[in-house]
């Protein structure tokens, strides 16, 4: 066994990593496949070699050839040539190979090695943290954050240029163009044809609100949604409800996909023909990815630290669904501002955590009472109960509306209106969708009998 007293350097390996800079002066083309890894100058332990991996990346970036002269001169242009050891060593590195065969290995060692230091890095931190005696809650989250940095390896630059962002994204348009199946891959759809022709589809790093007034629907709709993308879609889904049982929700799911009607499996009345027809949906609900979590007392760090493990232990995470706003908090102990300034704090984080993962996230939100006081009773952004942030943070807000609700007589009964009030990649505008009740499920309107 290796003891503290053994360890005088961190992990690294000097040939991998003359391996690797040598067979790019070889052959360019390795560059590929060494920008598929995400190998980046912060992976190279020798202090050289971390600034010649850097003036290759600079000649690559600008479509240049990449030879000891060129590099040479970048060097010099950057004003680390001597540093380095001068052309003498980029000369020696050239003629360290005898052919790249082996170079996919040493870019993997050399990644490997670099793993192990920011793994040793985070270690030393965490134990500065706990000799420090900071609180613990705020330690243990420090610490899931850094291994779930660890994990996904985000050790390339913060700060990227224009045209390294441009470069990587013709490789993806290409991509589409040569294979335009792949465009629908990634891209979580509603599903109903009026909402995703304004949002086009929910897309990782966003935040969207979903608000109305209570009975109007917020958590079926927020459910059928569910269904679209994690039954019909093939989607990852995960849902935090503080105001219903996994129990509950189960049944609701599993009353849209029966089509078997919620009042027969709340009350059990069910006969033999509902029991054969809820084995076939138990059967395609059992082949979803489905996440639910119903712990009511669930706080900021607590959540935030679910949906971060949940990620890492599924590999994947299409949208996280959250009902709802107004009953979360940020702290099992009392909150030392107003309740408004809680729930920004809140929004901003939700905004924040959703860009970390790059998934998008969907927070459920009640909306004032000023609605009532009102002849038009159709939402606005204002009517954003304790907005504080949410607002602003949200990068679209969809509300719900039904006329019937306010008015019985109205010939519009059972109809839901999908007010898209904010858009920050296209337009608002309204949808209509039918309500069937009995199995709580939201249809277009031409599916109407």
Known sequence: MVSLEDIKLPPHNIDAEKGSLGGVLMDNELMYYYDGLGLVPEDFYNKEHFYIYQGIKNLWSSRKTIDVVTLADQLSKDAVLDSIGGTDYLYELSSFLLST??????VKIVKEKSVLRNILKTSQKIIGDVYEQKDTLLVLQDIEKRIFDLTQDNVAEKVHSIWEILNKRVEEYMEIVDHPEKAHEKKVFSWYYGL??????????????????????KTAF???LLKNMAVDQKKSVALFSLEMS????????????STIPMWKISKWQLDTEDFTIMGEAMEVLSDTNIFIDDKWSTTIPELKSKIRRLKIEKNTLDLVI???????SWSSSWYSGNRVQEISEISRWLKELARELEIPIMALSQLSREVEKRVDKKPQLSDLRESGAIEQDAD????????DYYDPDTDKKWLTDVCVRKNRNGPVGEAELYFEKEIMKFSELKWKD
């Open 196 to 217: 995703d022709d304004m949002l086009g589809w929910f897309k990782p790093a966003e935040l969207i609100i979903l608000a109305a007034r209570p009975s109007m629907g």
């Open 222 to 224: 927020a459910l059928n």
């Open 101 to 106: 065969s082996s170079c996919p290995e040493y």
């Open 322 to 328: 959250i009902d709802y706003l107004q009953l979360m």
């Open 396 to 403: 679209g807000v969809i509300m719900l509306h039904r006329e």
């Open 246 to 257: 996994s129990e509950q929700i189960a049944d609701r799911v599993l009353s849209m996909v």
